[in-house]
């Protein structure tokens, strides 16, 4: 109420500090809806789209698939954000290039993941890659990396487990990821592959990629900064909760078992460091 009165640029937060606090608490406010609403209702959505059963303007539709995933990332971006300095910036920015570089080189050579192209549109595009690649990609790494921080715990301390552990989390999000998007239609390996129609040349090069995007995190965040968020943000990896649930749906309606399982098993990841919070999957009254 004392706000009422206050003109919209007064309303709004005026240092870095009040602008986290201030998202903080919209994510927090908001956690059902992002975390549980939005990937549900997504992969309703995108298996409606697969199967034909919206029609043109609503399937597939690429700004509300750009919408969802970005909303689904803001417990991850807003967590983020307050341990994200000039150095952390500039690794997401040289990430950013690379996630391009190397999708590009891929699309256009089929190295290092095995030919394919896209099925589906997803965005506007620069070169054959959307320009949302960084947002579906980065993620990723970055849920992988805080993940096995906290499983790992003094385990972390040491660099060589840390990448590693990093990486191999990375690839195996790729299992229930490609294999999913794959039956979506998102984008298709004329080859074929063994793994639910993704080759193992996929997995390789998702092997090169995390190991480049692993190495550039972890040189770009102070990794205590991170920990000590991590202690007082209880949503930053929220965003892991929804790609269970959106990935792990996604991939039991099209039989991908595998699949289904390795998301499980992030899921008890996820519980294990008691950031599944069963209260999420009761809508707030």
């Known amino acids: 109420m004392a706000e009422s ?32 609403f939005f990937p549900l209702n997504g992969a309703l959505l995108l298996v409606a789209s697969a199967e034909g059963l919206l029609p043109d303007p ?13 909303v689904m990332r803001a417990p991850l971006l807003v967590g983020a954000l307050p341990a994200t300095d000039r150095r952390a910036a500039t690794g997401v920015g040289l990430l950013t290039l690379y996630a391009y570089g190397i999708e590009y080189v891929g699309v256009r050579t089929g190295v290092p993941y095995g030919e394919f192209f896209y099925g589906v549109e997803l965005g506007p595009t620069v070169g054959g890659v959307p320009l949302g690649l960084p947002v579906f990609f980065i993620p990723l790494v970055m849920n992988a990396y805080l993940l096995c921080l906290l499983l790992l715990g003094e385990r972390a301390e040491n660099r060589a487990v840390r990448l590693l552990a990093v990486v191999a989390a990375v690839v195996a999000m790729d299992l229930v990821l ?24 996929n997995y390789a090069g998702w092997l090169l990629s995390a190991a ?6 972890d040189w770009a965040y102070d990794r205590r900064a991170l920990l000590a968020r991590l202690d007082g943000c209880e949503f930053m990896l929220d965003d892991m909760v929804s790609f269970v649930i959106l990935w792990g749906a996604i991939n039991a309606w099209f039989g991908n078992w595998a699949a289904v399982a390795v998301a499980a098993a992030f899921g008890v990841g996820l519980l294990k460091t008691e950031r599944f919070d069963a209260r999420l999957l009761r809508a707030r009254r």
């Open 5 to 36: 009165g206050l003109t919209l640029s007064e309303r709004l937060p005026r240092t870095r500090a009040e602008w986290e606090a201030r998202l903080d608490r919209l994510v927090r406010e908001n956690r059902f809806t992002i975390s549980v």
């Open 178 to 201: 490609d294999p999913g998007a794959v039956a979506l239609g998102f984008w298709v390996y004329p080859g074929g592959g063994a793994f639910y129609g993704v080759p193992l040349s």
């Open 58 to 70: 609503i399937a597939f539709n690429a700004a509300l698939v750009l919408l969802g995933t970005v």
């Open 212 to 217: 480049v995007a692993v190495v550039a995190l």
